[in-house]
């Protein structure tokens, strides 16, 4: 079982930017399919961000375009999640995951389409 572990969550002022990274031991992440959610208590998991193998292409959720960025770092064992500008919509746990067949198109949104879960990182906005 592959333990995905996040870091780099916080609070930040609105406007303001944060970098999230996630890792594991003892597995290369390089065979994965990763990306990012975010859940809010008592609504469903958002899809934030996902990125292929090799990360040649990156699909990223409606609310976060062009203010998030993600990226690998296959040598470094690393996933990360810039965010910038930062609203208080995007107060969120934030999870890192990883999929072991890459989503058909339009399934990238879908948390089925992901095998592994981290445990969370809580990202705080304040107004």
């Known amino acids: 079982q592959m333990r995905l572990v996040e870091s780099g969550g916080g609070l930040v002022q609105t406007g303001g930017s944060l970098r999230l990274s996630c890792g594991t031991s003892?597995?290369?992440?390089?065979?994965?399919?990763m990306g990012w959610f975010r859940q809010v208590p008592g609504k469903e998991r958002e899809f934030v961000g996902g990125i292929t193998r090799t990360g040649d292409s990156t699909y990223y959720g409606n609310s976060v375009k062009d203010r998030f960025i993600i990226s690998r770092d296959n040598a470094k064992n690393t996933v990360d999640l810039q965010m910038n500008s930062l609203k208080p919509e995007d107060t969120a746990a934030y999870y890192c995951?990883?999929?072991?067949?890459?989503?058909?198109?339009?399934?990238?949104?879908?948390?089925?389409?992901?095998?592994?879960w981290g445990q969370g990182t809580q990202v705080t906005v304040s107004a």
């Open positions: 003892g597995r290369t992440l390089s065979v994965y399919v």
């Open positions: 995951v990883a999929a072991v067949v890459r989503p058909r198109d339009g399934n990238w949104e879908s948390a089925s389409s992901y095998d592994y």
